[in-house]
Structures are given as structure tokens and as C-alpha cells.
């Protein structure tokens, strides 16, 4: 059974900084991960997607690697903002329990900008 | 290109009623997805639907329903709600055939509808 984790659960950090947001699964056989962002109480914005056979892709000031073979992603954001204040979300995609491509996600890290 | 549009946004229910939620998928997309978001158990994926079939249904009791029109528009029945029914409701859409894609199909994600059951 494929299980999402996201650490840590929450991080703030003064405007500025550099930071790293850490993903990792239990199951390498994916097609698929997908960050995500999530405002209060609205829906989901894709940031990245990276398949699998990718290792990873560049958005602005955002960076997405993928390891499947240890099962871990990291979403790296340069320079935050208060802007980027939000719920960041990983989400693979796979064949699990017969079911193709609906996504798995991790329980998201709240993250914090402090101007 | 418009995003995807899910109404109503806001919906409040008492327990043993039947609500109806709505979803429109991007310009061209076929696929749609379903998803529950809860503070407990996180976002829980309910139903998919590609060209008016549902391929894959999520670990639901059978008062959740679904269908999808041959305009890719999708509806979500949930019938006799209760309390553990609020959530906020998430609908998806891709352009291409998830799982099957090579791993391309970038889920859209809309606004969602939040429901309340009293």
C-alpha cells in the first residue's frame, strides 16, 4: 500500500531564506509526482509535476527533484516570500490497488514566511 | 482558458439529506477526478472518470456516487449524508488518461465545494 509522507508538518522562516520541503513514499513504482499548493480554504494550485522518469523539473523560484529509487522528493524554494505562505502538498500517481493514476497525497507542510 | 469550475462553492445539509455537486473540467479535458478533503484523513480520492466511464472508484461506502456527461461535465451524488460527510469536496481534471499517459497527465485542480451536514 502506498503511503505519502510530508516532513515537517509545519516550518517558519524569515523572509528571504532559502528552503527545502521534504517528500517520501513507500512504493518506487509510480508514474508520476505532482506538487501542489493550497491557499485557506481553496483548492489546490500544481506547482510541478515530475514523471517518473524524470529527476526533476524548475518552476521561477521553485525546484522539484525525484528519487525514486530511495523514494523521496524535495521541493526546493528560493528567496521565500510572505507570499509564499501556504499548505505545500505531494502527490503520486500509480497503480494501486487496481486503480490507475488517482493520486496519493501526503498530509502537506504548512509553511510559514515571516516578513 | 478557464480553469476548472466546481459549484455550488458552499453547501449546508442536515444528516439524511442528498446532495448534488457539480464539476466542470477545463476547455478539452476528458479525464475527472474526484477527491474528499478532511483535517483528519487529508484528501482521499473518491471516484475517476474518462469519457463518460467511471475506470476507478476510491474506498467509499456506495452512498457516494458519480457520472459524467458527453460534455466531460461530472456530478457527485452523496446520498443520506452524515456528520463525517463535511468536507471540502476537490474535482480534478486532465487532459490526458491518467496512469496511461507516461506519467504527463497534470491534474487541474478546481476551488472545491465545501459541505457542511448538520
Known amino acids: 500500500k502506498q503511503e505519502v509522507t510530508q516532513i515537517p508538518a509545519a516550518l517558519s522562516v524569515p523572509e528571504g531564506e532559502n528552503l527545502v520541503l521534504n517528500c517520501s513514499f513507500t512504493?518506487?513504482?509510480?508514474?508520476?509526482l505532482q506538487w501542489f499548493r493550497q491557499d485557506p480554504g481553496k483548492g489546490l494550485t500544481s506547482l510541478l509535476l515530475i514523471q517518473s522518469s524524470q529527476r526533476e523539473q524548475t518552476s521561477g523560484r521553485l525546484n522539484a527533484s525525484l528519487d525514486k529509487s530511495s523514494g523521496r522528493s524535495t521541493l526546493y524554494i528560493a528567496a521565500s516570500q510572505p507570499g509564499d505562505s501556504a499548505t505545500y502538498l505531494c502527490a503520486v500517481g500509480g497503480n494501486y490497488g487496481g486503480s490507475q493514476g488517482n493520486l496519493i497525497f501526503g498530509k502537506g507542510t504548512k509553511l510559514s514566511v515571516k516578513p | 482558458k478557464a480553469g476548472v469550475t466546481q459549484t455550488p462553492r458552499y453547501l449546508i445539509k442536515t444528516r439524511g439529506q442528498q446532495v448534488t455537486l457539480s464539476c466542470s473540467p477545463i476547455?478539452?479535458?476528458?479525464?475527472v477526478s474526484w477527491y474528499q478533503q478532511t483535517p483528519g484523513q487529508g484528501l482521499q480520492f473518491l471516484f475517476e472518470y474518462f469519457s463518460e466511464t467511471q475506470r476507478n472508484k476510491g474506498n467509499f461506502p456506495g452512498r457516494f456516487s458519480g457520472r459524467q456527461f458527453s460534455n466531460s461535465r461530472s456530478e457527485m451524488n452523496v446520498s443520506t449524508l452524515e456528520l463525517g460527510d463535511s468536507a471540502l469536496y476537490l474535482c480534478a481534471s486532465s487532459s490526458l488518461l491518467p496512469g496511461l499517459a507516461g506519467g504527463k497527465d497534470e491534474q487541474f485542480f478546481g476551488p472545491g465545494t465545501r459541505l457542511t451536514v448538520l
Open positions: 476547455s478539452g479535458h476528458r479525464s
Open positions: 512504493d518506487s513504482a509510480i508514474y508520476n
